[in-house]
């Protein structure tokens, strides 16, 4: 792989150091620049992994993933939050399919993984303050569907309404984090099957 880390950096460099204050357009360059550092990092990890013969077990996600099974909840914890749906680059997505795949095989370890006719998945997204926006984030701006799309065929049939229910709950915290719980729909009082 081509890609210059060193490059990226400079330029996330040049654009601190160019007003001794802060400046906000700079500071929204720099911004880009680690989106795009974040990405070409993923894709220097995936390629040494890939093609370095590095075992399944000791590669970056499984150590940012973990999965617990309790027979009739999944539930999956990935060290990091849900990234929004603007920083979602080829290579964070395959980075996300990846850890949360690894926290599966860790739960499918455990036990058999319930198959669930009707499923009701919790994601709680757990973000520090300011890594987004220093007051607020959206729920629904995130990249619910890199959750989603993996987990059907494997606990339930299709993300359709005849086979799954979601709901998303964020919060701040200290770290960064994101929740996975998978369980039979209407195990929970907050829903009726009707």
């Given at each position: 792989m081509n890609i210059d880390l060193k490059k990226t950096l400079k330029a996330i460099d040049q654009c601190l150091l160019k007003s001794p204050a802060p400046d906000l357009a700079e500071l929204k360059r720099a911004y880009r620049y680690t989106i795009r550092l974040?990405?070409?990092?993923?894709?220097?990890v995936y390629d040494i992994e890939m093609f370095g013969g590095i075992p399944s077990g000791r590669r970056f996600a499984w150590?940012?993933?973990?999965?617990?099974?309790?027979?009739?909840?999944?539930?999956?914890?990935?060290?990091?939050?849900?990234?929004?749906?603007?920083?979602l680059t080829?290579?964070?997505?395959?980075?996300?399919?990846?850890?949360?795949?690894?926290a599966i095989?860790?739960?499918?370890q455990q036990s058999p993984l319930p198959y669930f006719q009707k499923a009701f998945v919790e994601i709680e997204i757990t973000t520090t303050r300011g890594s987004d926006n220093t007051r607020l984030w959206d729920t629904s701006n995130r990249a619910i569907n890199v959750?989603?799309?993996?987990?059907?065929?494997?606990f339930f049939e299709d993300d359709n309404i005849e086979h799954m229910a979601f709901?998303?709950?964020?919060r701040w915290g200290a770290r960064g984090s994101t929740i996975i719980r998978?369980?039979?729909?209407?195990?929970?009082?907050?829903?009726?099957?009707g």
């Amino acid at each position: 792989m081509n890609i210059d880390l060193k490059k990226t950096l400079k330029a996330i460099d040049q654009c601190l150091l160019k007003s001794p204050a802060p400046d906000l357009a700079e500071l929204k360059r720099a911004y880009r620049y680690t989106i795009r550092l974040q990405s070409q990092l993923l894709a220097v990890v995936y390629d040494i992994e890939m093609f370095g013969g590095i075992p399944s077990g000791r590669r970056f996600a499984w150590e940012r993933s973990a999965g617990k099974n309790s027979g009739d909840t999944v539930t999956l914890t990935i060290a990091e939050p849900l990234p929004s749906m603007k920083k979602l680059t080829e290579a964070v997505e395959e980075h996300w399919k990846a850890m949360v795949h690894a926290a599966i095989a860790q739960a499918a370890q455990q036990s058999p993984l319930p198959y669930f006719q009707k499923a009701f998945v919790e994601i709680e997204i757990t973000t520090t303050r300011g890594s987004d926006n220093t007051r607020l984030w959206d729920t629904s701006n995130r990249a619910i569907n890199v959750i989603i799309n993996n987990l059907k065929g494997i606990f339930f049939e299709d993300d359709n309404i005849e086979h799954m229910a979601f709901s998303v709950v964020g919060r701040w915290g200290a770290r960064g984090s994101t929740i996975i719980r998978i369980s039979k729909f209407g195990a929970s009082d907050q829903f009726r099957d009707g």
